[in-house]
C-alpha cells in the first residue's frame, strides 16, 4: 500500500458521514424512518433479489443527493436469503465491462437484478457532483461492483468508494481492472473482523476444475478495535462509526448535534464479556 496515495483518498468527515448513511440503509431495510442530514434529499430506494435457487425482493439501500454529492449506499446481510447469496461463491464473468475477471456469483446476481434501474436514477443526477458509493459487509461487496460498473458504463468515471468491512468480492484480474479505472477507493476494516478474511484466497481444484481464486481491491484502510464478539461486535458498521469518530471527535459531535436521529447509537460497541452459558433445568 501507497501511504501517501491512501492518506491523500481517505478523509475521516467522509469516512464518518459515510458510515452513518450506511447505517440509514439498514433502518431502512428495517422500515424504520431514514434519517438525512439537513441539506440531502432521498432520490432512489434500492431494491435488489437476494436468494440463490428463489431469490426474493429486498431494500439494499439509497441514493440521496445534496447541493455537491451524491450517495449510494448499501446495507449488508441481514437475511436469510442474504446469507444464501453471501455463500454462493462461484465465479461468474463480471458482466458488465469486457474482460474485467470474474466476480463471486452471489454478491453479483444481487447486483445484476438492480443494475439498470440503479443506472437510470443515478444518470439523472448532476455529473457536476461528486459521487460516493458507499457500502458496509456484503454492500461492501456491492459497492465495489457497482463503483467499476459506474467508472465504465456511465458519465460518472471518478467515483469515490469506501468499504467497511468488506468480502473478497472477485478474481486477480477483477482486482487489477478495479484499481487501474478506480483510483480513488478506500477498503476500510477492522483487524479483528472476520469478514474481510472471506471468500479465502483460494480454492484449489478440485473445488471447482480450475479452482477459485480471490483478491482484494486497493486501498486497504485498517482499524483495530476487539470487541470480543466476532461476528457482531467486531463487525457491526455502528462500531465502524464510533471507532472512525474517534479520530474526529469534533467533526462527529457537531455534525450529530445538527442532524438528531442520523448518527447510530454505538452503546453495543462495548467488548463482551461472559462466560459459556448454564442449561436452566425444567424439572422440579
Do not use: W
Not at 480454492?203 to 466476532?230: A, C, D, E, I, W
Amino acid at each position: 500500500m501507497n501511504i501517501t496515495s491512501i492518506k491523500y483518498i481517505f478523509n475521516t468527515k467522509d469516512a464518518i458521514l459515510l458510515s452513518a448513511m450506511i447505517y440509514q440503509s439498514y433502518q431502512l431495510f428495517e422500515t424504520e424512518p431514514l434519517v438525512l442530514p439537513k441539506g440531502y434529499s432521498l432520490r432512489y430506494t434500492i431494491r435488489a433479489l437476494a436468494g440463490v435457487e428463489e431469490p426474493e425482493e429486498e431494500v439494499f439501500g439509497f441514493i440521496a443527493e445534496s447541493q455537491d454529492k451524491i450517495i449510494v449506499a448499501f446495507r449488508g446481510t441481514r437475511t436469510f436469503k442474504d446469507n444464501e447469496s453471501d455463500q454462493d461463491l462461484y465465479q461468474v464473468p463480471y458482466p458488465f465491462v469486457i474482460n474485467a475477471g470474474k466476480t463471486h456469483r452471489g454478491f453479483t446476481c444481487i447486483y445484476q437484478s438492480t443494475r439498470n434501474d440503479l443506472i437510470r436514477e443515478l444518470n439523472k443526477l448532476s455529473t457536476t457532483k461528486k459521487l460516493f458509493v458507499a457500502g458496509h459487509s456484503l454492500g461492501g461487496a456491492l459497492a465495489v461492483l457497482a463503483a467499476l460498473d459506474f467508472a465504465v458504463n456511465t458519465r460518472f468515471k471518478n467515483p469515490f468508494v469506501y468499504t467497511y468491512g468488506s468480502p473478497r468480492v472477485a478474481d486477480p484480474d477483477f482486482a487489477s481492472r478495479f484499481n487501474q479505472t478506480v483510483k480513488n477507493s478506500v477498503r476500510i476494516y477492522n483487524v479483528h473482523d472476520i469478514i474481510p478474511t472471506l471468500p479465502d484466497h483460494a480454492y484449489p481444484p478440485p473445488f471447482t476444475k480450475k479452482g477459485l481464486y480471490y483478491r482484494h481491491v486497493n486501498m486497504k484502510y485498517p482499524l483495530s478495535f476487539q470487541l470480543n464478539s466476532l461476528p457482531v461486535r467486531n463487525h457491526e458498521i455502528v462500531c465502524y462509526f464510533k471507532n472512525l469518530s474517534q479520530q474526529n471527535p469534533d467533526f462527529t459531535k457537531v455534525f450529530c448535534a445538527k442532524n438528531p436521529g442520523f448518527c447510530p447509537d454505538t452503546g453495543l460497541c462495548v467488548p463482551f464479556i461472559g462466560i459459556c452459558g448454564e442449561k436452566t433445568s425444567t424439572n422440579n
